[in-house]
């Protein structure tokens, strides 16, 4: 039997679309269900937060760090600051330290909550959606307690943390840990062995280590395409060469190895925050840094690694209180160059699930 | 292997290419002339030793006399990180483009021939995406850059 | 029809308003028109009445099973928030998309409503409750049911809108698919009773609840499965509601229509869900069968108990794709209803079941 | 529009069609106000903070409020974020394919005048009533879930306040 002609047309998916988590448009060319090409247009969020840096003190860059990245905006400030730091050579203290892997750890959890929640949603169930936020609660009124926002924290500053934590967040927090890791076992048994989910998701979207690697993918999704390579232990930053905890690696490279990898970096980052919590000394929390302080000519590329892979930020110096340059990356703006590469070739549906696997964010990409 | 390793193997190798600059304030960090750049990066992404088959970030630099365009490299298997930068004028500012080597360059090329107005050669893709489509005001990035709705912050 | 309708306790209805209006002095035709008139318009009013307060059940179960209230400022636990929706969309503006298909456009959601409520012309509420007792009723709510898949094809081809007909395709494809198995299993069915009138099916399934069709035939949790399955499918409700799927489709076949046009097919597709549990309960459940209650009420309880599981799919499940669908329709469904209806109507040929 | 404009035309004429109008006003008012869909938009930050308000602690859906995913069956958008000078057509372009009525929330500082950060970039648009008509503005960056809930209270009581004559074609 001859194939029949088909007509491809072009459907435009966003820039306000459900599915794709805030503002991207992806054009696609379909043939009937398929998805034969993928032509992201970006762009709608681009509030050009590297020009406005550029026109700011390092501490006032912070807050808008806030904004470049804001479902782990603590990693955001981490990675300034570190930057900064590093340029004018400023030691950070010992507390500090332990304040910000508590408080980057929990971002970590609180972040891939959403991307359970928001994962399950585009396959269409539409509870563990409502779970996830609900556990996240738990962290957010954590940070609400230590720095007074439940989203923009601007809690991690040039050479410590903004304020200590008060007395009662040590209990609240092994709480909200046992909590969540409970609930953990729920939201397993909600999806992982679903067999709708597990039609859905597995053998889906399979992304080669190798063209990951090539388009710079990082995080999460390079892991879970067997690439076993985390910033926090192969770039060591802050002290988390310190603690006791693995690297969760899988091998398919599809939404279920991703989705899974990011239950299991849940467990782990409780492992890192439970540690953290037992080793955490008294001290100060801030080096003395003047507001207006003038690092010396020069650059720096630091980096950390946040719940969509590598973040990164480029200062150029030139010996005045404001930077010459900042230049961020986030690992969506990769994550979503990769994609027509490896998605194509698919049903709509099934690019949800690839879309919504890669936890992309726009802001990040569009800064 | 560690910082000082790298520089060194990185100087006895490239080094009638690369040469070390003093900048650097976490990486080892070099200066590459235009001209090698393509040949240097395929050269460094297939170097066993070194590897570095992971592009972070490149990033172009106005520095209100010459564009710098600075490339952040890492290497996943050795655990390395290394930094390139090279500089140019600003008339007919010129680079080609490494996607060939790391085809993650595509967008961030794309981005500073749009916000620097910096040519690429030879890359494949080169449209608007960060700016509205029917954006008018010449390269936004750059220091000199002015709009008439555009408030800029007082120096001081 | 009414000669039929002597034994029925509808008639009492029908046989006043005839009384009455002929003592208006009304002439014979007329007279039968309007107590018909009458008699769809209450039936209406009921289902409407019934599909609203689904619409609230759906909101105030979804809403506890996510460990939240749900509508809660209209009245008591906001019993009448859906009232209060139904009254918004009368008020909203009715867009109407420049390059439309104007006839498929405004009669999609005119077809979709008729096609939910044609069904309960045959549908026994209760002893002796029914609108007319055909003698082919099962096979004539199959027919009309089908109507609805029609309303969305044009829904979404009148919209000219990408989203809207990629909906009204997948419907098409699904309902279609979705019909053999639900056919399958409901003959098993009518292999027992021995007939295709509903009243007969209802009442060969009298005495106690050991005599459901669900216990009484050798496969019937079989069969029952196969239906529920099938019908959750048919009333595009997760994890088969790709026609609408909100995350691929934005809206779907009725990303188009607003107002009085959207609710028609909101309604309806609370009232097609209300349909299948109906026919469930008909089928499988001993319909208006039961003990101490009267009978409406026991097809009413035993109804919404159906309603209940398939709202419960719904707040639990992700939803299947597209072609996973029909792979599971026709190389699952399909063959197990068939198997089922093969074996036991060898049973019931050899008389092996009680 | 529906059924709102033509109620007045109906009832004027008639004999005591006044006091139908009065308390016919109060239930369609009271009505669009206890069932206002919201538009699924979310640019940026406010965004996460809507679908928290959405969530379990703090439950929308108690207003009688649910998300639509197409502009046509909604009543309300909610502008969470920033709309940068991208954007704004689409926006636009959203908030005219609304039926009416139709009501805007303008989340946060970026939608209310450009936002606390932005206020010297190229690309962001300063307030969003540049494009659209605002009927409530809560500050915050972002705001808390109760804000954005008590903006809604307002809405609901700003949409209560309302006249049928309100409806009618100027």
Known sequence: ?367 | ?156 | MGDNLGNLELAHVFYWLRDLLLATGLTEPWVTIVTYTALGAMMFGVLALLALFLVWWERKIGGHIQQRFGPMRTGWHGWYQTVMDALKLLQKEDVVVDKRDKFVFFWAPVVCFVAAFLAYVVMPFGNRLIVADLNIGILYIMAVTTFTVISLLMAGWGSNNKYALLGGLRSAAQVVSYEVPMVASILTVIVYAGSLSMVDIVEAQSGLFINWNIFRLPFGPIAFIVYIIAATAEANRTPFDIPEAEQELVAGFNIEYSGMKFAMFFLAEFVNMFTVSAIAVTLFFGGWNGVFLPSWLWFLLKTLGVVLLLMLFRWTYPRLRVDQLMEFAWKFLVPLAFANLILGSIMKYLGWYW | ?170
């Open chain 2, 1 to 156: 292997m560690t910082k000082e390793e790298l520089t060194n193997y990185i100087s006895s190798t490239y080094g009638s290419q690369l040469k070390p600059l003093d900048t650097g304030r976490h990486d080892p960090l070099f200066e590459i002339e235009p001209k090698d750049l393509v040949s240097v990066c395929r050269a460094l992404c297939d170097d066993e030793k070194v590897k570095f088959n992971f592009l972070c970030n490149i990033s172009a630099v106005d520095t209100k006399e010459k564009f710098e365009v600075v490339y952040n490299l890492a290497s996943l298997p050795n655990k390395l990180r290394l930094d390139l930068k090279f500089s140019m004028p600003y008339e007919n500012a010129e680079i080609d483009s490494v996607q060939e080597v790391w085809s993650g360059a595509n967008w961030h090329e794309r981005e500073i021939w749009e916000l620097y107005g910096i040519n690429i050669r030879n890359h494949d893709n080169l449209t608007r995406f960060l700016l509205p489509d029917d954006w008018d005001q010449g390269f936004p990035m750059r220091k000199d850059w002015d709009a008439p709705d555009f408030i800029r912050m007082p120096e001081k």
């Open chain 1, 1 to 367: 039997m001859g194939k029949l002609k088909t007509e491809e047309f072009v459907v435009n998916m966003g820039p306000v679309h459900p599915a794709t988590h805030g503002v991207c448009r992806l054009m696609l060319t379909m043939d009937g269900e398929k998805v034969v090409k993928i032509e992201p247009v970006i762009g709608y969020l681009h509030r050009a937060i590297e020009k406005i840096c550029e026109n700011r003190t390092y501490p006032q860059c912070i807050p808008l760090m806030d904004r470049f990245e804001y479902v782990t905006s603590m990693s955001t400030n981490q990675v300034f600051a570190q930057a900064a730091e590093r340029l004018a050579g400023i030691e950070v203290p010992e507390r500090a330290e332990y304040l910000r892997v508590i408080m980057l750890e929990l971002n970590r959890i609180a972040s891939h909550l959403i991307f359970y929640g928001v994962t399950a949603m585009d396959l269409g169930a539409l509870t563990p959606f409502l779970y996830g936020l609900r556990e996240r609660e738990y962290i957010v009124d954590l940070f609400e307690m230590t720095c007074g926002q439940r989203l923009t924290y601007n809690y991690i500053r040039v050479g410590g943390v903004s304020r200590d934590i008060p007395p009662q967040f040590v209990p609240k927090c092994r709480e909200a840990l046992k909590i969540i890791g409970d609930k953990l076992r729920d939201y397993e048994g909600l999806l992982n062995e679903n067999p709708i989910w597990l039609r859905r998701t597995r053998g889906i979207g399979h992304l080669p280590a190798d063209l990951a690697i090539s388009y710079g993918v990082s995080g999460p999704v390079l892991r879970a395409s067997g690439v076993d390579y985390d910033i926090r232990r192969d770039d060591p930053y802050s002290i988390y060469d310190r603690f006791d905890w693995e690297v969760p690696v899988r091998h398919n490279g599809d939404c279920y190895d991703r989705y899974l990898l990011r239950l299991d970096e849940i467990k782990q980052s409780i492992k890192i925050i439970e540690q953290a919590l037992d080793g955490l000394p008294e001290g100060d929390i801030k080096a003395k840094v003047s507001p207006n302080f003038k690092p010396p000519a020069g650059e720096v590329y630091s980096r950390v690694e946040n719940s969509r892979g590598e973040m990164g930020v480029y200062i150029q110096s030139d010996g005045t209180n404001k930077p010459l340059r900042v230049k961020c990356r986030g690992g969506s703006y990769n994550q979503l160059q990769a994609l027509p590469h490896f998605g194509t070739d698919v049903l709509v549906a099934d690019l949800v699930a690839i879309f919504a696997t890669l936890d992309i964010i726009l802001p990040e990409v569009d800064r």
């Open chain 4, 1 to 170: 529009m529906g059924l709102i404009k033509k109620v007045p035309a109906f009832l004027e004429p008639v004999p005591g069609g006044g006091i139908v109008t009065t308390s016919l006003e109060k239930i369609l008012h009271h009505a669009q106000a206890c069932s206002l869909w919201y538009m699924l938009f979310g640019t940026a930050c406010c965004a996460i903070e809507l679908m928290c308000t959405g969530a379990s602690r703090y439950d929308f859906d108690r207003l009688g409020m649910i998300f639509r995913a197409t502009p046509r069956q909604s009543d309300l958008i909610i502008t969470a974020g920033t709309i940068t000078k991208k954007m704004a057509p689409r926006l636009r372009k959203i908030y005219d394919q609304m039926a009416e009525p139709r009501y805007v929330i303008a989340m946060g500082g970026c939608t209310i005048s450009g936002g606390p950060f932005y206020y010297d970039s190229y690309a962001v648009e300063k307030g969003v009533d540049h494009i659209i008509p605002v009927d409530v503005h809560i500050p915050g960056c972002p705001p808390r879930p109760e804000s954005l809930l008590e903006g809604c209270l307002h809405l609901q009581k700003k949409i209560r306040a309302q006249k049928l004559s309100d409806w009618q074609e100027k």
